[in-house]
C-alpha cells in the first residue's frame, strides 16, 4: 500500500464518523466508556501496552497506550480527550453527515477528529513497519471538557517523563498551530448579608445582593486587554423574594491570564476581595485551574520543526496563541508541548460543530512525519 493509500481522507472520516457517533457528555461516563472500549479495540493487535484507568468522581474511564518501544527513556506524549460538551440525544439535532468538503457531528472538531487523527497516524506507522526514534504514548481522558479534574495529575505525571507533548486540540482560524495558551482560574462568591422586610423594616436588612454588585464591579474593574487579562462573572444567584432584603448572593468567576506572574497578581487579588458593606461578609474560594502555556524556547524550537514538515507535505503552519485553555496547559510549563495538531474546522461547542474534509489527510500526515522525525 502506498503512502498516499495510508491518507485516505474517506477512509479517515469513516473512522472519525464511529467515534462521533458514540455520543460522549463529560457528565454520562457510561457513554464515554463505550467510545473507550471501542478506541482500546482499535489497538489490538498493534505493538502497544494498554492501561484503563477507572474513572472516579463521575467521570469516564482514561486510555493509556503505550508503544512497545522506546519506553525506558523520554519520549512523545499525545493528549486527546474523548468527552464533549454536547448532552445526550444533541446527535438527532447534529447528525454526522457531510455536505461538500464539511463533515459536521457533535464533538467532530473539538476533539473527536485530532484524537482519531492521531491514532491513525500511529496505526499507518505500525502498519508500515515503522518504529519512531522514540516511543509514543497516546493518553485519551475523559474529562478535559470541565477543567481535568481527574486525569490533571496523570497529564501532569506522563508530562514530566515525556520529552515532547503533542494535544490535538482542533486548529485555530484556517489551520494554525497552537503554541501558548492563558492560564484559567475559576472561583465562586459567597456572600452573606441580613434579612428583613424590605417594606416595613428596610433598615434592619443588610443585602447580600447590593453587596454582589460593588463585587462585580471590582472584579469587571480587573480587567485589562492590553496585559491580556480578562475577568468574567458569568453566573449570579441572589435573593428569595421581592419584598425581603436578600440575606444571600452568590457568583462564578472566570480569570484568563497571559503569565504566571499576572496569574499570582489577579488570583491573590481576587481572593482578597472583602465586603464594603458593615454586616454582610463576602468569602471566595478557588484557583488557577491552568497554568498559563507560555511559548518556551523548547516550545519554539518543537514548532519550527512542525512547520518545516508541514512545508514538506505541501501547507503552511503558523503559529497562534489563544485565549482557551487545554490539557497543553498542564505540560508546557516543564515539556515542550505544540497543540492545535487536530483538524480544522469552526463551531466547536455548537450546533454547527464541523471539520474540513481537506485538512484530516495533510494534518493526519503531519502527525505521522512528527512520530517519525523527533528525537
Not at 466508556?33 to 463521575?58: F, M, W
Not at 428583613?196 to 464591579?217: F, K, T, Y
Request: glycine share 12%; charged share 25%; aromatic share 6%.
Amino acid at each position: 500500500m502506498t503512502d498516499s493509500n495510508w491518507f485516505d481522507s474517506q477512509t479517515i472520516l469513516d473512522g472519525i464518523r464511529r467515534w462521533v457517533e458514540i455520543e460522549t457528555p463529560t457528565e454520562a461516563p457510561e457513554q464515554v466508556n463505550k467510545l473507550v472500549s471501542v478506541v482500546a479495540e482499535q489497538y489490538r493487535g498493534l505493538p502497544v501496552t494498554l492501561e484503563r484507568i477507572a474513572g472516579v468522581d463521575g467521570c469516564g474511564d482514561h486510555l493509556v497506550v503505550r508503544s512497545n518501544w522506546g519506553q525506558e527513556q523520554p519520549g512523545i506524549l499525545v493528549l486527546s480527550h474523548l468527552d464533549t460538551v454536547h448532552p445526550m440525544g444533541f446527535i438527532e439535532r447534529l447528525p454526522f453527515r457531510i455536505e461538500g468538503d464539511v463533515a459536521f457531528g457533535p464533538g467532530i472538531y473539538d476533539m473527536k477528529g485530532g484524537a482519531y487523527i492521531a491514532h491513525h497516524a500511529f496505526r499507518t506507522l505500525c502498519a508500515t513497519g515503522d518504529r519512531s526514534p522514540l516511543g509514543i504514548t497516546h493518553l485519551f481522558s475523559s474529562d478535559e471538557e470541565i477543567g481535568s479534574p481527574t486525569s490533571r495529575a496523570l497529564i501532569e505525571q506522563e508530562g514530566r517523563k515525556a520529552k515532547y507533548v503533542l494535544v490535538t486540540e482542533p486548529a485555530r482560524d484556517g489551520g494554525k498551530i497552537v503554541t501558548g495558551r492563558k492560564g484559567v482560574g475559576r472561583f465562586r462568591v459567597f456572600i452573606k448579608g441580613v434579612p428583613a422586610h424590605a417594606g416595613s423594616r428596610p433598615e434592619d436588612g443588610r443585602s447580600a445582593v447590593r453587596e454582589l454588585g460593588n463585587v462585580i464591579l471590582a472584579l469587571e474593574g480587573m480587567n485589562d486587554l492590553a496585559r491580556g487579562v480578562t475577568v468574567n462573572v458569568g453566573v449570579v444567584r441572589g435573593g428569595t423574594r421581592p419584598n425581603v432584603t436578600p440575606e444571600e448572593a452568590y457568583a462564578e468567576v472566570d480569570l484568563r491570564v497571559v503569565s504566571l506572574k499576572d496569574a499570582d497578581e489577579f488570583v491573590g487579588k481576587i481572593l482578597a476581595l472583602r465586603s464594603k458593606t458593615e454586616g454582610v461578609t463576602v468569602t471566595v474560594t478557588g484557583e488557577l485551574n491552568r497554568p498559563p502555556y507560555e511559548k518556551s524556547n523548547a516550545g519554539a524550537s518543537l514548532y519550527e520543526h512542525a512547520k518545516a514538515l508541514a512545508g514538506e507535505i505541501g501547507f503552511e503552519l503558523v503559529d497562534t496563541h489563544t485565549g482557551g485553555g487545554s490539557d497543553g496547559n498542564f505540560t508546557a510549563p516543564f515539556t515542550a508541548t505544540l497543540d492545535g495538531l487536530g483538524v480544522d474546522g469552526k463551531g466547536a461547542h455548537t450546533h454547527y460543530e464541523q471539520l474540513y474534509v481537506p485538512s484530516l489527510a495533510p494534518r493526519a500526515r503531519l502527525l505521522h512525519r512528527l512520530f517519525q522525525t523527533l528525537r
